[in-house]
């Protein structure tokens, strides 16, 4: 099957009537997905690519009680709102894309939706897609959509851009993924590696998982404790990146608001040595990974 | 980006949080008005100043002029001391640690308490922060007393926790930190060093080597750096756009990279984008180019793929003939950790160039 989406997956969009919003809006449906509804206040009554917009959350759910999934792409100052909307609401899956959101803001999301148990990805992810299924934000948009195609691999990516090379990468060598989810790489994520990992852990198709990480943040070292404590058992591969960043000073903010240069834990180092004494097999490049995959899972 | 010491004092200051009298001094020849015992402290982001001489004691005049000599135009970890910080020397009977930051594993902003200053934070207790009810007086009180607080220090420090709170969330810093707060004999408290971080990027980092950036995702762009480096290429700076940028963010970046001296080459990457317009960022890419003074005669390896790639290729293909620049264009059939090694031959190699397109 996949993980957060499929084929039962109804979509609200809050910020639709936005540049952005509009745009993933148009490349969702192409895709198939069920975008039922949108949000945008003052814009009620309008419509989207057909899809009718709503002043609230409450109000469209009124109107289409099957949304099971909000996707937010709104400006970052609006998008503890948004989400607390979304969370209050009760809808159970929350993507949101919106880049640059503080992470205070993203503090007050992920403490909220702990609470009424509601599954956040991002913020500053660029989507979710379960290929020839469904899929939710910007990823694989366009004519890139045809490079996802569906197989038995699971994969995670803090960053957005490196979705799309991994699939082609994996694509060349005929593998196919189950889903692939980027989570963003913040301060204060609403998913980590760990929480996408239990999913593919459970999930049948799925058969291994690739993680793509970078330096900052903690997120592979905690992969790596449970790899150990092997409460994640299905192969993982891991391309990390940042070695270079030793040349630079501890501190220095990289494209990612929370790729942040440490020499310490949370460095390059720190990553590497936890993930291979934990038994994940580490890439030296993309291209390194389908070929360690296929040894792995002994695909010819 | 990180605030200096002076910057981040004034700031505390304005959230009400006590600092001793302080003097900025850019040259020797400036009338400090504070009386003495003085410290000195030397303004650079290094944390290692206090261990290389950048904070020095003064009693008298003669000592003073010495000092300010010693510490102006000093170099601290490759940064030239411009000016310096003057303040009255407390009297301390304790040093603290306190401060506000983030943590990823906790998904929680949280406090940090130690009853020892100086050290940092590894050697403090960490609080998460319930983002539900944010923070609590209360919950300020059980943390000082967990971590060994006396009863009579509760309140003012209760008080002093509550603005630097105010300050990490209405500035919205990524760390405040007060290192240390002295306690006078009195039961005064004086914040003594502050560390303010915006964790702000900047466009573009400098490094050492010769072959220039431009690199576009925040990923990619870190795991290609890294390819160059394995090639044994040489990284000028590290740049990088993401998202869906405006032509004129990637023109800026072009032009500031490549008005460096001494880069032999160029390197233009990305990976295969999902929702970026390649074609947009590319004609931003050539309009920065035509303002660099003087015209890189060097070579260029471009190599994105994505949205609109065909024409982006047909742009810059033109654009090289148009204008006499070698340019080496690839798109996803070439894996971009290839493409290092190419750039790292056109560099320091220049008869070797089989891989022209």
Known sequence: ?300 | MKLYEFEGADLLEKYQISIPKRQIVTSIKDKVDISFPLVLKAQVLSGDRKKVGGILFANKKSDLDKSLKNLLGKTISGEKVEKVLVEEKIKRIAEYYISFSFSGALRAPVLALSKKGGSGINDASIFPINMIIGLQPFFIRQALTQSGFQSKDMNPLCAIILNLWKLFVDEKVILAEINPLLKTKEGAFFACDAKIDYGKRRSVETMDGDIAIIASGGGASLINIDALLEAGGRPANYAEYSGNPKKEFVEKITGEVLSRPGIKACWVIGGTASFTDIYETMKGFTEGLEKVNPKPNFPFVIRRDGPRTKEAQKLLADFAKKEGYDFFIYGSETPMVETAKVVVNLAYHKNDRKDKK
Request: include cysteine; proline fraction near 4%.
């Open chain 1, 1 to 300: 099957m996949s993980i957060l989406i499929d084929k039962k997956t109804r979509v609200l969009i809050q910020g639709i009537t936005g540049a952005e919003g509009s745009r993933a809006c148009r490349e969702m449906l192409q895709y198939g997905t069920k975008v039922l509804a949108g949000v945008r206040p003052g814009a009620g009554g309008e419509y989207v690519e057909g899809v009718p917009v709503y002043d609230t959350v409450e109000d469209a759910l009124k109107h289409h009680p099957k949304i099971n999934t909000s996707l937010i792409i709104v400006p970052a100052k609006n998008t503890k709102d948004a989400a607390l909307e979304a969370i209050f609401a009760g809808i159970p899956l929350i993507n949101i894309l919106t880049e640059y959101v503080p992470p205070i803001d993203s503090s007050i999301i992920v403490a909220w939706a702990k609470k009424y148990k509601v599954r956040v990805v991002g913020c500053s992810s660029i989507g979710i897609i379960s290929p020839s299924l469904c899929k939710v934000g910007s990823i694989g948009s366009a004519e890139i959509r045809h490079m996802f195609k569906i197989g038995p691999i699971g994969i995670i990516s803090k960053s957005g851009g490196m979705t799309a090379e991994l699939a082609v990468v994996l694509g060349k060598e005929g593998l196919g993924q189950s889903t692939v989810v980027g989570i963003g790489a913040d301060t204060i994520c609403g998913s980590d590696f760990v929480d996408m990992l239990q999913l593919f852990e459970k999930d049948k198709e799925t058969r291994a998982t690739v993680i793509f990480g970078e330096v900052g943040g903690v997120g592979e070292e905690i992969v790596a404790e449970y790899v150990k404590k092997k409460k994640i058992k299905k192969p993982i591969v891991a391309l990390i990146g940042g070695k270079f960043t030793h040349m630079l000073p501890s501190g220095t903010v990289l494209g990612h608001a929370g790729a942040i240069v440490s020499h310490g834990k949370g460095g390059y180092n720190s990553k590497i040595k936890a993930l291979e004494k934990s038994g994940v097999v580490l890439a030296k490049t993309p291209e390194e990974i389908p070929l360690l995959l296929k040894k792995i899972l002994k695909i010819k």
